[in-house]
């Protein structure tokens, strides 16, 4: 099946560019997913997830490692689906308006640099589905990613040019 949201994420970034124009243009495609109320990144710094680019209500800046939902992904470098946010022990409630949500990692080196985090206004929006589509996403975005600080990321020439996996994706996607 066809990625649509990959592929405006695909044709929206360019390695070139600073990490945090990347992650704001994608997470406004994101925003396009169905029946969602929030959706964003959580960039990993240390032991804690940091709030980056989003769409939604204000949310909660830090989140430590194994903390809320966030947290568990980072800390088990594994997708969670969660159907009912108020049976999550721990869950970190930023907006009163969510009831399921998921979490994605994105794994470069083998260490997650970030998460993908969308909450649902309904109980049990996200299935197996919704998790192969935001890990491909995920997958993707990982390659604008570097080793060591994320802040500094687009200052390395070297490291901007384009990979021939990122190619690949942009021939597969007609882009
Ligand atoms: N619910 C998340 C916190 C982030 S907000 O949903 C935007 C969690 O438990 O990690």
């Given at each position: 099946m066809e990625n649509l949201l990959l592929k405006q994420i695909i044709a929206l970034t360019n390695k070139s560019n600073p990490l945090i124009s990347n992650l704001a243009n994608?997470?406004?495609?994101?925003?396009?997913?169905e029946n969602i109320n929030w959706c964003g990144f959580y960039l990993v710094e240390g032991d804690n997830l940091y709030l980056g680019p989003?769409?939604?209500?204000?949310?909660?800046?830090?989140i430590p490692k194994g903390k809320g939902v966030c947290g568990?992904?980072?800390?088990?470098?594994?997708?969670?689906?969660v159907k009912n946010v108020k049976k999550f022990k721990g869950h970190i409630?930023?907006?009163?308006?969510?009831?399921?949500?998921?979490?994605?990692?994105?794994?470069?080196?083998?260490?997650?640099?970030a998460v993908i985090d969308i909450d649902a206004p309904v109980i049990n929006r996200f299935d197996d589905k919704d998790r192969?589509?935001?890990?491909?996403?995920?997958?993707?975005l990982a390659k604008l990613f570097i080793e060591g600080n994320v802040k500094d990321?687009?200052?390395d020439e070297e490291k901007n040019k384009p990979e021939a996996a990122i190619e690949k994706l942009r021939e597969d996607y007609d882009l």
């Open positions: 994608a997470a406004a495609v994101l925003a396009n997913y989003f769409q939604g209500e204000p949310a909660c800046t830090v568990k992904a980072f800390e088990e470098k594994k997708s969670v689906i409630a930023c907006s009163t308006m969510s009831r399921s949500e998921i979490v994605v990692p994105i794994i470069s080196g083998g260490e997650v640099k192969e589509i935001i890990e491909e996403i995920a997958g993707f990321n687009h200052k």
